[in-house]
């Protein structure tokens, strides 16, 4: 049996319309493949951006801790007769602990434990005298970022009985 021209024609008609449907769907299945990859990017972003501000700020709260041993290392205070004074440290304990921590590998694997990846630093800046720096500790690496904490301590010289002024410096490797 032969199909008519009317069963055709609107065969035809029929056949059209359903692909300019078909290219509609397709067209906003594109549409949103394309705002749903854009969202997708922005997203990322910034949960990658989020990430970097925690971890920064979990660095910063690891160089703040080691700032804070080290200032109230109890080792080096200036202690006298059961008290002892606040960031104060003495010249001739910070000498003994700096050879030591060069000396000694596992007098320094234990503060490595304590202080990490940083580099610790006592100068007198009042009365100002030339070479007057220690290094308490330094874990050698000095790779990366740092993060520098610095805060003005009290040096007592037990041998001449006289004060200064000095600066202690925290570097934090991250």
Request: glycine fraction near 6%; include cysteine.
């Amino acid at each position: 049996m032969m199909p008519n021209k009317n069963s055709m024609g609107l065969g035809l008609k029929c056949s059209q319309k359903g692909q300019i449907k078909m290219f509609e769907t397709v067209g906003v299945l594109v549409v949103f493949f394309l705002l749903l990859g854009v969202s997708a990017v922005f997203y990322f972003y910034a949960q990658e951006s989020s990430l970097r501000k925690t971890a920064r700020a979990g660095q910063q709260q690891l160089a703040f801790d080691t700032w804070q041993k080290a200032l109230h290392f109890p080792e080096l205070d200036c202690s006298f007769l059961l008290s002892q004074k606040e960031t104060c440290i003495d010249i001739l304990k910070a000498q003994a602990f700096s050879s030591l921590m060069q000396l000694n590998a596992s007098a320094f694997q234990f503060y490595f434990t304590e202080f990490g990846d940083s580099r610790i630093s006592v100068e007198q800046v009042y009365p100002q005298e030339i070479g007057k720096e220690w290094v308490l500790y330094d874990s050698g690496t000095g790779k990366g970022e740092q993060i520098a904490s610095r805060s003005p301590i009290l040096l007592y010289d037990a041998l001449e009985d006289e004060y200064a002024f000095g600066v202690i410096e925290v570097l934090r490797y991250v």
